[in-house]
């Protein structure tokens, strides 16, 4: 069974850090794209950073330089640290992972019904 589990999220002042992971289920293919997505209520979801299998990461630009995803094919975990965040970054967060290339998953993936993705954790920026 395909599982995709997210933590770490919560309420954090403008200017905090916060680090989000996603434990990722055996199943998933390795080779596989793993990536972040945050959905504001209302909104259609959106990529934040995806990151290959050999490491090699993307971000939206609206993150880059603040965001760094990382992940750990021992542990089966994905991570994503976050700093400098802004009450704009206020969103519910996802893991995901999809077979794709990750720079077509990052700008498209967010409004695919395909691929896996997690339940979403909450992440709350306050001024």
């Known amino acids: 069974q395909v599982q995709l589990v997210e933590s770490g999220g919560g309420t954090v002042q403008a200017g905090g850090t916060l680090r989000l992971s996603c434990e990722v289920s055996r199943s998933i293919n390795s080779a596989w794209c793993l990536a972040w997505f945050r959905r504001v209520s209302g909104k259609e979801r959106e990529g934040v950073a995806a990151?290959?299998?050999?490491?090699?990461?993307e971000y939206a630009d609206s993150v880059q330089g603040r965001f760094t995803i990382s992940k750990d094919n021992a542990k089966n975990t994905l991570d994503l640290q976050m700093s400098s965040l802004q009450p704009e970054d206020t969103a519910m967060y996802y893991c995901?992972?999809?077979?794709?290339?990750?720079?077509?998953?990052?700008?498209?993936?967010?409004?695919?019904?395909?691929?896996?993705w997690g339940q979403g954790t909450q992440v709350t920026v306050s001024s």
């Open positions: 990151i290959d299998f050999d490491g090699k990461p």
């Open positions: 995901a992972a999809d077979p794709s290339k990750c720079s077509v998953f990052l700008q498209y993936g967010g409004s695919w019904t395909r691929g896996y």
